[in-house]
């Protein structure tokens, strides 16, 4: 019974192992997200995107972005970032918006790194609820009811006001051990026509609009 007792608390221990590294760059996504601030990626390693789609000079629409992307599923992937012989990645996804742009920060298991486990996700899912716990408790976030498939957890929450950009934030948890399927992320929604800004890879304005519109 002990030797069992002790396997399960060196199996608890390791699974948590996984939560600082994610927490830490999660918080950069909140921070750059919520504060409209560009991404810290001090301490980080920049990883070229997975080669999915074909890189383009110019997007599929008539804005002309200032820097080479890589066009995915319509989605734009400028910059990953993650920290040598981790277990986590991040992605800042700037789709192109009326004011600018809007951004996606998420954090994915790295490319190199092993599938979580179902003591590594429900580590990570506990440390969420506690984040969204103290979000929630300082009154500037709200719970949010997600939908999620069968085998899957979807937990998040909503910025209480839409940030400086004038965006609706949500945040959230996916995870589906089954499949080895984990992504959090912090999101400026789409639906209000009016949000957006400068980038958040360079503090700049990142799509330069033709005169004429």
Same mark, same amino acid.
């Given at each position: 019974?002990?030797?069992?007792?002790?396997?399960?608390?060196?199996?608890?221990?390791?699974?948590?192992?996984?939560?600082?590294?994610?927490?830490?760059?999660?918080?950069?996504?909140?921070?750059?997200?919520?504060?409209?601030?560009?991404?810290?990626?001090?301490?980080?390693?920049?990883?070229?995107?997975?080669?999915?789609?074909?890189?383009?000079?110019?997007?599929?629409?008539?804005?002309?972005?200032?820097?080479?992307?890589?066009?995915?599923?319509?989605?734009?992937?400028?910059?990953?970032?993650?920290?040598?012989?981790?277990?986590?990645?991040?992605?800042?996804?700037?789709?192109?918006?009326?004011?600018?742009?809007?951004?996606?920060?998420?954090?994915?298991?790295?490319?190199?790194?092993? #599938?979580?486990?179902?003591?590594?996700?429900? #580590?990570?899912?506990?440390?969420?609820?506690?984040?969204?716990?103290?979000?929630?408790?300082?009154?500037?976030?709200?719970?949010?009811?997600?939908?999620?498939?069968?085998?899957?957890?979807?937990?998040?929450?909503?910025?209480?006001?839409?940030?400086?950009?004038?965006?609706?934030?949500?945040?959230?948890?996916?995870?589906?051990?089954?499949?080895?399927?984990?992504?959090?992320?912090?999101?400026?929604?789409?639906?209000?026509?009016?949000?957006?800004?400068?980038?958040?890879?360079?503090?700049?304005?990142?799509?330069?609009?033709?005169?004429?519109?």
């Amino acid at each position: 019974m002990t030797s069992v007792l002790l396997t399960l608390l060196l199996a608890n221990a390791a699974a948590a192992d996984v939560v600082p590294g994610w927490r830490d760059l999660y918080e950069r996504c909140e921070t750059a997200v919520v504060a409209d601030m560009p991404f810290d990626a001090t301490g980080l390693a920049s990883r070229p995107p997975p080669v999915v789609g074909e890189v383009v000079e110019q997007a599929p629409f008539r804005d002309r972005i200032d820097y080479r992307t890589l066009a995915t599923s319509g989605r734009i992937v400028p910059a990953i970032w993650g920290v040598e012989g981790g277990r986590f990645e991040v992605e800042l996804l700037e789709y192109p918006a009326r004011n600018g742009t809007r951004a996606i920060c998420e954090v994915v298991v790295a490319r190199d790194a092993s #599938a979580l486990d179902d003591a590594e996700a429900e #580590a990570l899912l506990v440390a969420f609820d506690d984040l969204v716990g103290d979000r929630l408790a300082d009154g500037d976030w709200r719970d949010l009811d997600l939908d999620a498939g069968v085998g899957t957890t979807r937990t998040g929450m909503q910025l209480a006001a839409p940030n400086s950009r004038g965006c609706i934030v949500t945040a959230s948890m996916t995870v589906d051990p089954a499949d080895g399927y984990f992504r959090s992320s912090v999101a400026e929604a789409a639906g209000d026509p009016g949000c957006g800004g400068q980038s958040l890879l360079t503090g700049r304005r990142a799509l330069q609009r033709k005169a004429t519109e």
